[in-house]
Structure formats: structure tokens, C-alpha cells
């Protein structure tokens, strides 16, 4: 079965440090999202994509965070200048279509990011 | 906002019980989505349901939709240890592009 492939996994980073996280959506999906859990607490929405611009976001992506399509395979995830706060698991999901119209969105396993 | 919310926050039954997760949400939806999160792990999606659906079924497990009352349940019948984890459920956002996800029932399913 299709799935969403993040890397990396595990990633420690100083405070003040610029973080790239990677994910490869399914490879017929038109949509791209980030959301982030911090441990113990609920999944929270970030961001969402399509056609290469963002379609929504939230109050938690602000300009600290940014997304980016490079290629016609990978989804980034930048996080800037990172704070202790920032450290959390930070999942990539995909959809084919809208979640409006039934679509379901897959998820894939996250990469945990700890900030020190 | 419109947001899941699932009851009861956490549930421990003996393998072969049956498990129900209640989700209540504020606002119309289009769709309500069931994920279940082992710990540590991503996210498992488990079900769809459409609001013009009241009933859906996928091997051991059954959800409801009563969009009157804004509450879908999640039954897992004959439990076992391996369905222990995080069930989520999960509504779009007013627009469409992204779902809400509420804080989660931990089932702990012992032997």
C-alpha cells in the first residue's frame, strides 16, 4: 500500500538552529499538509498545500515556518531560528483530492524533532 | 472552532470486550474521519464516514453518524491487545482543507 515517507525520524537541534523536515507524499496525491503533535496533546493543523501555494494555515504556522515544494516528489517543512517550544512530532500527510469531497488524508509516521 | 472531542479520554477492557468511543463536534461537517496513533507512532487512518452517512463498517469496527446530535461513535468489537493506542477522530475545518482532530481516547486492552 501507497504511503507517506518521512525522514528523518529523530532530529535534535539546538535552539536558534534552522530545520529542514522531509516528506514524500503519495505519489498521485494533489494535496500536502503538516501538522505537529507535542507530546501528550492533541494533533494540531499547521498548514495545508496545493498547486504549489499554500492553501491554508494556521496560527501556529507563523513566519518562523515556511513549506516548500522543490520537486515533483518531496514536501519541506522549514523551521527557523527553532525554539524549545518548537520540539514536537511533526507529521506529513497527503490527499488525492479536498477533504471536503471525502477524501481521506494518509499520514505518514512523523519525525520527532526535540529542541535543546 | 469546530472540533472533535472524544469520550471517554481513556477506556481499559479485557481482550474480547467490545470498546466505544463517543466524538462530539461543533459545527456542520462534510466528513468525519477515525484515526487510531500507537505511542510514538504516526497516524492509522481507520475509517470515513460522509454526513450523509449514519452507519459504516470496516472489519471489527463499526461507526456512527448522528449529525442531529453532532456525534459519531466508534464501536471495536472482540477486542484485543493490539488494538491498545490513541483513537482520534478527526472533522474538516470549515473550508475544507484540513482536519481538526480532538484529544483522543486511550485504549488499553489487557489480556
Known amino acids: 500500500e501507497p504511503e507517506v515517507t518521512q525522514t528523518p525520524s529523530h532530529q535534535v537541534t539546538q535552539m536558534g538552529q534552522e530545520v529542514i523536515l522531509r516528506c514524500v507524499p503519495i505519489?498521485?496525491?494533489?494535496?500536502f499538509y503538516w501538522y505537529r503533535q507535542i507530546l501528550g496533546q492533541k494533533v494540531e493543523f499547521l498548514v495545508s498545500?496545493?498547486?504549489?501555494?499554500?492553501?491554508?494555515k494556521s496560527e501556529i504556522f507563523d513566519d518562523q515556518f515556511s513549506v516548500e515544494r522543490p520537486d515533483g516528489s518531496n514536501f519541506t517543512l522549514k523551521i527557523r531560528s527553532t525554539k524549545l517550544e518548537d520540539s514536537a512530532m511533526y507529521f506529513c500527510?497527503?490527499?488525492?483530492?479536498?477533504?471536503?469531497?471525502?477524501?481521506?488524508?494518509?499520514f505518514g509516521e512523523g519525525s520527532w524533532l526535540t529542541v535543546v | 472552532s469546530q472540533q472533535g472531542e472524544e469520550d471517554p479520554q481513556a477506556l481499559s477492557i479485557q481482550e474480547g470486550e467490545n470498546a466505544t468511543m463517543n466524538c462530539s463536534y461543533k459545527t456542520s461537517i462534510n466528513n468525519l474521519q477515525w484515526y487510531r496513533q500507537n505511542s510514538g507512532r504516526g497516524l492509522v487512518h481507520l475509517i470515513l464516514?460522509?454526513?450523509?452517512?449514519r452507519e459504516k463498517h470496516s472489519g471489527r469496527l463499526r461507526v456512527t453518524l448522528d449529525t442531529s446530535k453532532k456525534s459519531s461513535s466508534l464501536l471495536i468489537t472482540a477486542s484485543r491487545a493490539a488494538d491498545t493506542a490513541s483513537y482520534f477522530c478527526?472533522?474538516?475545518?470549515?473550508?475544507?482543507?484540513?482536519?481538526?482532530f480532538g484529544k483522543g481516547t486511550t485504549l488499553s486492552v489487557s489480556s
Open positions: 498545500f496545493y498547486n504549489n501555494e499554500i492553501s491554508e
Open positions: 478527526a472533522t474538516d475545518n470549515q473550508a475544507g482543507t484540513a482536519l481538526i
Open positions: 464516514i460522509r454526513s450523509n452517512e
Open positions: 505519489s498521485n496525491h494533489l494535496y
Open positions: 500527510a497527503s490527499s488525492e483530492g479536498e477533504g471536503r469531497t471525502g477524501n481521506t488524508i494518509y
